[in-house]
């Protein structure tokens, strides 16, 4: 089978490299998926980088986070699936945890207490992204600060592909959002998708129009993926014994010296308003959490996305022999269709 592999840590063009391994055998409690599409999220080419929250052992086949495909064996006396049944592997690794497959190849194995049966309407080019975004919007505003109809959430990187989903997904739980973009051209979009409010920090103070939104207290619950200095003033803007999760640091994306990934609190607000801050990774959340829930957790996607609460977008099919082409979309600014690795014609 054809593999895309990293001999060493590195920059993701240098190192992968195009190869032929034998198709692996399951064994009991797995499945082998024939994979039809797999995406490459940015957070895949951090874990090549040596920038991510675990570094694989190389080499390593890329793609760490999920992929869409047919299963095509099954170990002995695995039950639960069928053979040919479409499928989508959830192959983030758990931390802590056993280490996994990557994605990026025509053949893997997966525990089947990762799978997940794909609804029908859905194509293999979204189908392959429905695990981590949707997944992460849902435990965000669900589970991790448990956001009541009615209340405010603040959120940075609204246009992001995990800022769209938690605007549709407050829509329909009725939770009001407050939405932090960069671009002024960026405020109709957010709108559009049911944003209730917008700030743009291109020419708008993000403390004052807070303030302006909710009152002088402010928002007692909000999330950011950005950091730096974006994540400190959403920070001053909690109400006191307010709540933020940080799942992401945007603004560090290209940044290598690790005493460079801060967000500057002021420790006034932080002490004497009560405020919590604190991190959310999906990779801890699957270390933690036991198969069942997490996967009581993922069904909920799942019939989120059938409902057509929460959309995916289908992403851009490049084949595993153009994968300079895939890299560099994928990191190219306002890309659009997220790059996916293609093995055949849905």
């Given amino acids: 089978m054809r593999a895309l592999v990293a001999g060493k840590v590195g920059e993701p063009a240098d190192v992968l490299r195009l190869e032929s391994r034998p198709v692996p055998a399951p064994r009991t409690g797995q499945a082998l998926i024939r994979v039809k599409a797999t995406p490459i999220h940015a957070s895949d080419l951090h874990v090549l980088r040596g920038r991510y929250g675990f570094t694989p052992e190389f080499p390593t086949v890329g793609g760490h986070m999920e992929c869409v495909g047919h299963i095509e064996a099954l170990g002995p006396d695995t039950d639960g699936f069928k053979i040919g049944e479409r499928v989508v592997a959830v192959a983030i690794p758990a931390v802590p945890g056993p280490s996994v497959a990557g994605t990026w190849q025509e053949y893997l194995v997966a525990d089947t207490r990762r799978l997940l049966p794909v609804p029908s309407q859905l194509s293999d080019y979204s189908a392959c992204q429905l695990a981590v975004n949707p997944l992460t919007a849902l435990l965000l505003v669900t589970r991790e600060l448990d956001v009541q109809p009615g209340e405010w959430l603040l959120q940075t990187a609204a246009g992001s592909t995990v800022g769209r989903l938690v605007i549709a997904l407050s829509k329909h739980l009725g939770i009001r959002t407050v939405n932090v973009v960069r671009r ?163």
């Fill in 184 to 346: 002024r051209e960026a405020v109709a979009e957010i709108k559009a998708l049911g944003g209730d409010e917008v700030i743009c920090t291109e020419d708008e103070d993000l403390l004052r129009r807070v303030a302006e939104i909710a009152g002088p207290d402010g928002v007692r619950k909000a999330v950011d993926c950005v950091a730096g200095v974006v994540g400190a003033q959403v920070s001053q803007a909690l109400a006191p014994g307010g709540q933020l999760v940080v799942y992401g640091a945007l603004s560090t994306h290209r940044q290598t010296d690790p005493a460079a990934l801060t967000i500057p609190l002021q420790a006034r607000s932080v002490i004497y308003e009560t405020k919590a801050v604190r991190g959310f990774w999906l990779n801890r959340w699957f270390g933690a959490t036991s198969p069942e829930d997490a996967l009581r957790a993922l069904s909920e996607v799942r019939s989120l996305v059938a409902e057509g609460v929460l959309s995916i977008p289908e992403g851009q099919p490049f084949p595993l022999e153009r994968f300079g082409e895939a890299l560099v979309l994928a990191e190219s600014p306002a890309h659009g269709a997220k790059p996916l690795f293609v093995f055949d014609a849905q």
